[in-house]
C-alpha cells in the first residue's frame, strides 16, 4: 500500500508534513520521505529506508534543515519517492499511490526510441512514480497529463504534485479506489490519504475528492480542476483490514464499520443455528478486535483478549528482511494470558485470511498454550483473487492465496473453473473447502463472512465498492 499528506500555508509546514506523514505509517514499511517547498530556497527532500527503524525516528533529525510554505510527503510499500521532475510543464515533485501493471508495455509504447531513460531500482524496474510522471509529461498541461497517465495505465494512480509555486494538485484515482482528503485551518489547507492525521494538526474536514477528480490545494482554499467521473469503485479492504480505525471514507468511519460488520457475522451465524458454545470471543490483534468486539457484543458471548502482542520492539513481524527472523518475530511478539486459555474454549476474528502463514504459527501457539478448542473467523470471503489495483493481497501467483490453493489441492485444474461455488461457503463446494482448510489448521470450526453481509456492514451502494478480489469482478 502506502500514503500520502501534504500541506500549504502561509507559515512553515514541515512539522505538519512531519508528523502527517507519520500517521501513514500504517500503510507501509518499505521507505518514507518528505519534500518541503521554500519560496526563495527551493525545494528541500529526504528519502529513507524505514524497513528496521520508523518514519519518525529517521526523519527527525531532518527537521532542522527543512524550511518552507508548501510540502508533501509519503510512506511507499514500493519506490522511493517523492520524486523531483524537471520537464517542459516546469520543476515540480510528484508522489504517487497506486500500481502500473502494464509498465513494460507503456515504456515500450512511449519511451522505446534512443531519446529516452529511465534510473532502474536495483531489481532493474522502473520507479513507478517516475513512470507516471513520464506519462504526464506527455501533455501540455499537468492536469491534462494526470488524465491521460490515469486512462493509459493499467492499475490504479492516485497522487499528489507539488509545483515551483508551492501550489499542490491532487488527484484521486480515475475510480477511486483510495481516498483523498482535504483539511483545512486558519491560512492553511492540507490534503491527506487519513483523515485522523490532519484532524491531530488542528484542521478540519473540508472536502473529499470524487473519482477522477483533480483539485488544485493553496493556503487559502481549494479549486477543481477537473471535475468527478460517475464511476467509482472504492477499495472494501480500507474498512475491514489497511484502514486505521478513527478514518472516515465516503463518510463512512472506519471502526464503527467493523463493529458492525461483526455484529452481522454473529446475527447470521445464530440465525443458522451454527455459533459454537465458546468461553470467549476474541480478535487476532489489531484490525480484527473490533470485528470481535462487534461479533461478542451480539452473540452474547463475552469478549476477552487471551494473548497480546509486544510491540515495542518490534512494531510490525513483516519488517525484518530475512524471513526466519520475521517468523521468530512473529512467535516472539505473541503473549499468552494463560488464565484466558487453558481448558477454554476460544472463537477468533481475523480481518481477512490471506495466505494463512501466520494464522497457523497463531493457531498453533494457542494450542500449545492449552486452549481446548480454536474456533477462526474470518471478518471478509475467501479471498480468491491477488489485488491488481494496489499493493495489498499481491503474490507471484494467485495460488499464494490459501483458498486458491485449497481449490487447486481439492479438485485441480477443474475447481478453478468454479471459485465462484466456492467462494460461497454455504454451497457444497464451498463446505468441502471449508472442512479441508478446518482440518489443515487444527480449526474447530471456520467461517468467512459473506460479500453481503460486508457490503452491508460498509453501507455503500455495491456497486461502488471494489470487491475483485472475492469475486474476480472489475
Known sequence: MGGFFGAVSHEDVTLDIFFGVDYHSHLGTRRGGMLIHDEKDGFQRQIHSIENTPFRTKFEKDLVDFHGCSGIGCISDTDPQPLLVRSHLGLYAITTVGIINNSEELIQRYFSDHGHQFMAMSSGKVNSTELAAAIINQKDDLVSGILHAQEEIQGSLTLLILTEKGEIIAARDRVG?????????????????????YHKLGYHNAYELGPREIVKITADGYETLSPAGQEMKICAFL??????????????????????????????????????????VAGVPDSGVPHAIGFANRSGKPFSRPFVKYTPTWPRSFMPTNQNVRNQVAKMKQIPVPELIEGKKLLFIDDSIVRGTQLQETVDFLYESGAEEVHMRSACPP????CKYLNFSRGNSDMDLLARRTVQELEGDEGQKHLEEYADVHTERGQCMLKTICEKFGFSSLGYQSLDGLLEAIGLDRDKVCTYCWNGKE
Open 177 to 197: 479506489r483510495l481516498p483523498v482528503l482535504i483539511g483545512w485551518k486558519e491560512g492553511a489547507h492540507c490534503v491527506s490519504f487519513e483523515s485522523f492525521a
Open 239 to 280: 474498512w475491514t483490514y489497511y484502514g486505521y480505525p478513527n478514518s472516515n471514507y465516503e463518510g463512512m468511519n472506519v471502526e464503527i464499520m467493523r463493529y458492525r460488520n461483526g455484529e452481522i457475522m454473529a446475527r447470521d451465524e445464530i440465525g443458522r443455528g451454527q455459533l459454537p458454545k465458546v468461553d470467549y
Open 383 to 386: 479471498i480468491m483473487y491477488s
